[in-house]
């Protein structure tokens, strides 16, 4: 059983004051996980293993518990970080290894495995959903036709919109200017 000093600061780390008199089996996943990781950094440890915690919580929870890693980093502790968090991963680490499928695709420092496993992703994405939506066609006294489609594409955390624009110009000698506009709801 642990001291009353570490109980008492278990329990106020997990902030499940109200619920710790329960049986943990009642306890949620995010409930059980937040006493686990407040257990073990309450013991001080030389090396910490930590699995996805920051995944369930509260931001005001997973702040708190980046903070007390990132404290035990600075004390020049061991952590052994898994998590599909790039923002995490990048917060946390000085090393990291991507593994697929039980392989190594790639080890070192973060930024460069994160930038190899994005442009992965990226490319795996874009393999899988070249879904082309035609927005509109236009033909004139001088060109054949314009056609413009939208692919939608994940770049990292951020939605990039790529607008593919063809035009058929078969009246030779003829200049034209092509002008685009982007409209938005908002």
Known sequence: MP????KSNIISFS???DFIDRPVKTYSSGMYLRLAFSVAVSVDPDILVVDEVLAVGDQHFQKKCLDRM???KKEKKTILFCSHS????REICDR???LKQGKIMAIGDPKTVIREYTDYEREKNSKKSKQETKIYIEKNS?????SAWILNIEKEEK???VVKIKVKNQNNGR??????GIYRND
Do not use: N, Q
């Not at 001291?3 to 570490?6: D, G, I, Q, S, Y």
């Not at 001088?142 to 314009?146: E, G, K, N, P, R």
């Not at 200049?175 to 685009?180: A, N």
């Open 3 to 6: 001291e009353p000093a570490k």
């Open 15 to 17: 902030e499940l004051e």
């Open 70 to 72: 990132i404290g035990f």
């Open 86 to 89: 790039l923002y995490h991963i």
């Open 96 to 98: 990291v290894l991507w």
């Open 142 to 146: 001088f060109l054949d036709s314009v």
């Open 159 to 161: 939605k990039e919109i």
């Open 175 to 180: 200049r034209f200017h092509l002008g685009v």
